[in-house]
């Protein structure tokens, strides 16, 4: 009786022991994408909208024509549409020739693809600007490029060039 109850004390103790000494995971990393780092400042009041499966925090891969995943573990830093927000103002802002009034972006994706084609990021969605005098001008989104290599920052990576490419078509439709 005596000896189990003293094989219970030890293996308790073992167990506690055992748990405290592993070391908690390190958190999962977090994206940026590069160009969310730029300041700019401009005329134009920017606004981005994002469909709601893009504001769940995690970066999202497209696996069918109806399958998406969203990552628990690849996840944004900051908001996805405060970064694209400050990125698109930046890129407006740099060019010259920006008019004042608002722009209004609506995303209906922004994400990785995995499918027979290969790997690619894609960007679609409709922007609309409002002058401060004159009519209102719109257009549509529709950007996709493979990604270079495997994994989730090349598809930061792709997505963030993506991005700049249309702040370049938006300012260039708005000269």
């Not at 890129?91 to 209906?108: D, P």
Request: glycine letters at 10%; charged letters at 15%; one cysteine or more.
């Amino acid at each position: 009786m005596m000896n189990l109850k003293h094989l219970f004390v030890v293996c308790s103790l073992a167990i506690l022991l055992a748990a405290c000494a592993s070391a908690p995971s390190p958190p999962p990393p977090g994206y940026l994408l590069p160009s969310a780092a730029m300041s700019g400042h401009g005329a134009m009041a920017v606004q981005v909208r994002l469909a709601g499966y893009l504001e769940q925090g995690g970066l999202v891969l497209q696996l069918s024509k109806s399958e998406l995943h969203s990552a628990r573990q690849h996840r944004w830093a900051e908001s996805l549409a405060q970064q694209l927000q400050r990125g698109l103002h930046a890129h407006l802002g740099e060019q010259a020739g920006t008019e004042k009034g608002q722009l209004l972006v609506r995303l209906s994706q922004f994400h990785g693809v995995r499918d027979a084609q290969g790997d690619r990021a894609v960007i679609r969605g409709a922007w609309q600007f409002q002058a401060a005098d004159g009519p209102p001008r719109q257009g549509t989104i529709d950007w996709h490029e493979p990604i270079a290599t495997d994994g989730y920052a090349a598809l930061v990576e792709s997505l963030d060039l993506g991005w700049r490419d249309v702040a370049r078509q938006i300012a260039s439709a708005l000269q």
